[in-house]
């Protein structure tokens, strides 16, 4: 089969769909808003075309092989209770036809930190109920976990409230290769943050936003198994970027991509501490985060999952930030795009991004684009920038 990444015009919030040259589909985050699900309004019917994407199994249920919520605020995990089936696999019904998740990966973290310090929203709620519940079946009988029923813990939680599911637990800092319960030779996955308790010293770092799930993968194309990495990390800010920096500017491969998902919808706060509404051009960029999201391989696509992204003083999306990103872009020979704006700002539509043995090719409508976008070179050198 052929790999694809493809974006969702959610404006500002994430909703990416990952299918590995293996079959496998992987949906990272949702946002199907009230409007996108009523046919008398423009907004764009998501939920429609991701089923568009999705096949039937045998038992005629539309499926995802895995659902990562990077984090849990509203606009990565909206439209969750409406679309999706929660709750044990053979209570699944027809009538409803909700898409099934078959394995869930969850980061405890995440929803502690969130719990503590935030009220959670309701699809947010279900979704951490989802995903005890999936826990609880795999301590009671791990061997009769099938699909529907299957999760991966992205992270060590505290307290070792982890000990004892070393089977379905992902350290930080490693990497895995399998998809509900297989072994998945075309794509590799690398799990960056939440960062452990050492690095969690002071409020910012355990803001909600600074919970969320890094994730750099490695996906093949035409049996090339490192022809496109892809970095995503939610709605992390400023702090978590800098810290990775410090601990990873060793090797900054690990950092390396050739699509970024630009954090939190295109926010100056992932770049950096000063608040662009109020500084202007007086906003002094972090060196340490923006090397951190410096790493493109040549000919890298640096993708913002927002509105369209306006010269005003607005943050989520910055037309500084997106300046920068352009920069970052510019620097390994690649560009940067809007999903809000792609193909027009008047309709937005999904981005979808084929990944084959000659590179990432984009193939829907993006006015200026190149139709074959490089990938696969070495990670680049720390950049510095005044």
Same mark, same amino acid.
């Given at each position: 089969m052929t790999a694809y990444l493809s974006f969702f015009p959610v404006a500002n919030g994430d909703m990416t769909l990952m299918q590995t040259e293996e079959g496998h589909k992987i949906l990272i985050d949702l946002n199907i808003r009230a409007d996108a699900d009523d046919p008398d309004k423009d907004e764009p019917d998501v939920a429609a075309k991701l089923k568009d994407k999705l096949s039937r199994d045998d038992e005629g249920r539309f499926f995802v092989d895995a659902l990562l919520l990077s984090h849990p605020d509203e606009d990565h995990c909206r439209g969750l209770r409406k679309h999706f089936h929660l709750g044990p696999p053979d209570e699944w019904s027809k009538s409803s036809d909700k898409i099934l998740i078959r394995e869930i990966w969850s980061s405890p973290?995440?929803?502690?930190?969130?719990?503590?310090?935030?009220?959670?929203?309701d699809d947010a709620k279900v979704f951490n109920a989802e995903a005890r519940r999936r826990v609880r079946r795999f301590r009671d009988t791990p061997w009769l976990v099938g699909d529907g029923d299957r999760i991966l813990i992205l992270g060590e939680d505290e307290e070792g409230k982890t000990d004892g599911l070393q089977e379905i637990l992902i350290r930080m800092g490693t990497e895995f290769s399998h998809v509900n319960g297989q072994h998945d030779r075309s794509m590799k996955a690398l799990l960056l943050a939440p960062l452990p308790a050492e690095d969690q010293d002071d409020e910012e770092v355990l803001s909600k936003n600074n919970s969320s799930t890094i994730l750099r993968f490695s996906l093949a194309g035409g049996e090339n198994q490192d022809k496109c990495r892809f970095l995503t990390g939610g709605d992390a800010e400023v702090a978590i970027w800098k810290k990775l920096w410090n601990r990873y500017c060793w090797r900054a491969d690990w950092l390396s991509y050739d699509i970024l998902l630009s954090p939190h919808h295109c926010s100056w706060h992932s770049l950096s501490h000063d608040s662009w509404s109020e500084l202007g051009e007086k906003a002094e960029v972090s060196e340490d985060a923006r090397n951190a999201l410096s790493q493109a391989r040549d000919g890298a696509t640096i993708v913002a999952s927002s509105n369209p992204i306006k010269n005003d003083d607005n943050d989520p999306p910055c037309i500084r930030a997106k300046r920068e990103y352009e920069a970052i872009a510019e620097d390994?020979?690649?560009?940067?795009?809007? /999903?809000? =704006?792609?193909?027009?700002?008047?309709?937005?539509? /999904?981005? =979808?991004?084929?990944?084959?043995?000659?590179?990432?090719?984009?193939?829907?409508?993006l006015m200026g684009a190149p139709s074959i976008l490089g990938a696969g070179a070495i990670g680049r050198q720390p950049l510095s920038h005044g």
């Amino acid at each position: 089969m052929t790999a694809y990444l493809s974006f969702f015009p959610v404006a500002n919030g994430d909703m990416t769909l990952m299918q590995t040259e293996e079959g496998h589909k992987i949906l990272i985050d949702l946002n199907i808003r009230a409007d996108a699900d009523d046919p008398d309004k423009d907004e764009p019917d998501v939920a429609a075309k991701l089923k568009d994407k999705l096949s039937r199994d045998d038992e005629g249920r539309f499926f995802v092989d895995a659902l990562l919520l990077s984090h849990p605020d509203e606009d990565h995990c909206r439209g969750l209770r409406k679309h999706f089936h929660l709750g044990p696999p053979d209570e699944w019904s027809k009538s409803s036809d909700k898409i099934l998740i078959r394995e869930i990966w969850s980061s405890p973290m995440v929803f502690r930190r969130a719990s503590r310090r935030h009220v959670l929203c309701d699809d947010a709620k279900v979704f951490n109920a989802e995903a005890r519940r999936r826990v609880r079946r795999f301590r009671d009988t791990p061997w009769l976990v099938g699909d529907g029923d299957r999760i991966l813990i992205l992270g060590e939680d505290e307290e070792g409230k982890t000990d004892g599911l070393q089977e379905i637990l992902i350290r930080m800092g490693t990497e895995f290769s399998h998809v509900n319960g297989q072994h998945d030779r075309s794509m590799k996955a690398l799990l960056l943050a939440p960062l452990p308790a050492e690095d969690q010293d002071d409020e910012e770092v355990l803001s909600k936003n600074n919970s969320s799930t890094i994730l750099r993968f490695s996906l093949a194309g035409g049996e090339n198994q490192d022809k496109c990495r892809f970095l995503t990390g939610g709605d992390a800010e400023v702090a978590i970027w800098k810290k990775l920096w410090n601990r990873y500017c060793w090797r900054a491969d690990w950092l390396s991509y050739d699509i970024l998902l630009s954090p939190h919808h295109c926010s100056w706060h992932s770049l950096s501490h000063d608040s662009w509404s109020e500084l202007g051009e007086k906003a002094e960029v972090s060196e340490d985060a923006r090397n951190a999201l410096s790493q493109a391989r040549d000919g890298a696509t640096i993708v913002a999952s927002s509105n369209p992204i306006k010269n005003d003083d607005n943050d989520p999306p910055c037309i500084r930030a997106k300046r920068e990103y352009e920069a970052i872009a510019e620097d390994a020979a690649g560009i940067f795009v809007c /999903v809000g =704006e792609h193909p027009s700002e008047k309709s937005p539509d /999904v981005m =979808e991004f084929e990944i084959s043995a000659h590179g990432l090719r984009l193939t829907t409508a993006l006015m200026g684009a190149p139709s074959i976008l490089g990938a696969g070179a070495i990670g680049r050198q720390p950049l510095s920038h005044g």
